[in-house]
């Protein structure tokens, strides 16, 4: 099976996948650890996209975590399923600052992320945090309409889910 785990940050995307990777033993690209480990330019991009259609031609069966709306288009065009991680955007936020400060006590916190990645409280952050306010739900509905899209929105639908999918 071939899933897509999409969604705000904040929403337990990273932490879902870990889970269902562990549970089902499928690969999983986790593609903040490759979009921050490079220089965000045009060439990234580029690489970034690279990375992934090679991790999907090479597994049968794979989970990738990420938004990344510009490869969306390329990851959906072969997966199975879409597991849209969903949250209230003020626990979204309250998420993202949880996990910022977690991960400036301790890298480890964040397994998702690039290993040289470090996050700071400066403007780029800032403008993260209002990324996060403003996510673009609708888009993103656009985007997965005709495919196979599972909402999960609790701990209750992502232990379901993982459980699901941990039977296949």
């Known amino acids: 099976m071939k899933v897509l785990l999409i969604g705000n940050s904040g929403t337990g995307k990273s932490t879902l996948a870990r889970v269902l990777a562990a549970r089902t033993g499928w690969p999983l690209l986790a593609l903040d650890r490759l979009w921050h480990a490079d220089d965000y330019s ?9 990375a992934q259609r090679q991790f999907m031609a090479t597994h049968d069966d794979w989970l990738i975590d990420g938004n990344y709306k510009g490869t969306l288009p390329l990851r959906l065009a072969q997966a199975d399923l879409v597991l849209w991680c969903q949250a209230p955007r003020l ?3 309250a998420r993202v600052m949880q996990r910022s400060w977690a991960f400036h ?11 040289t990645f470090r996050e700071h409280l400066d403007r780029d952050y800032w403008e993260f945090l209002k990324y996060v306010w403003h996510y673009d739900d609708a888009a993103i ?3 997965v309409a005709g495919h196979i899209v599972i909402p999960v929105r609790n701990g209750v639908e ?5 459980r699901a999918l941990s039977q296949r």
Not at 158 to 162: E, F, G, L, M, R
Request: net charge positive; hydrophobic share 50%.
């Open 42 to 50: 045009s060439a990234a991009k580029t690489r970034l996209a690279e």
């Open 158 to 162: 992502k232990a379901v889910v993982v």
């Open 91 to 93: 626990v979204c936020e």
């Open 141 to 143: 509905r656009a985007m």
């Open 105 to 115: 006590r301790d890298p480890a916190a964040r397994p998702d992320m690039a290993p």
